[in-house]
């Protein structure tokens, strides 16, 4: 059984870091793809990116512009969110998301079978 357990979230002021963990525990996570999703109040869930267990390759959707990055470490099946410049509409629930058996990096939310509990951030002077 795949669990996902997000850490990490707070209140932070505006142009601070904060790194979000995902703990990825099961049987076995080779040839899965995990993701960082978020959303803010009264709007849809949406990607920030996601990686490749296997290669840790990265996709990045446009609007991140380098301000976020995604990296794995397998020896403590940990994903993690390095989050800087933080603005205010940063401001959300953050979520990690694993997909199992694909070949490429899905980019939707109902493309993934996994969610993690979620972990708010809020970006706030």
């Known amino acids: 059984q795949v669990h996902l357990a997000e850490s990490g979230g707070g209140l932070v002021q505006p142009g601070d870091s904060l790194r979000l963990s995902c703990l990825a525990t099961?049987?076995?996570?080779?040839?899965?793809?995990l993701a960082w999703f978020r959303q803010a109040p009264g709007k849809e869930r949406e990607l920030i990116g996601a990686?490749?267990?296997?290669?840790?390759?990265?996709r990045y959707e446009e609007w991140v512009k380098d301000r976020f990055t995604i990296f794995r470490d397998n020896a403590k099946s940990t994903m993690y969110l390095q989050m800087d410049s933080l603005n205010a509409e940063d401001t959300a629930v953050y979520y990690c998301?694993?997909?199992?058996?694909?070949?490429?990096?899905?980019?939707?939310?109902?493309?993934?079978?996994?969610w993690g509990q979620g972990t708010q951030v809020t970006v706030s002077s």
């Open positions: 099961g049987p076995t996570f080779s040839g899965y793809a």
């Open positions: 998301a694993a997909q199992g058996g694909t070949w490429y990096l899905p980019g939707s939310a109902s493309e993934y079978d996994y």
């Open positions: 990686i490749s267990w296997n290669t840790g390759n990265v």
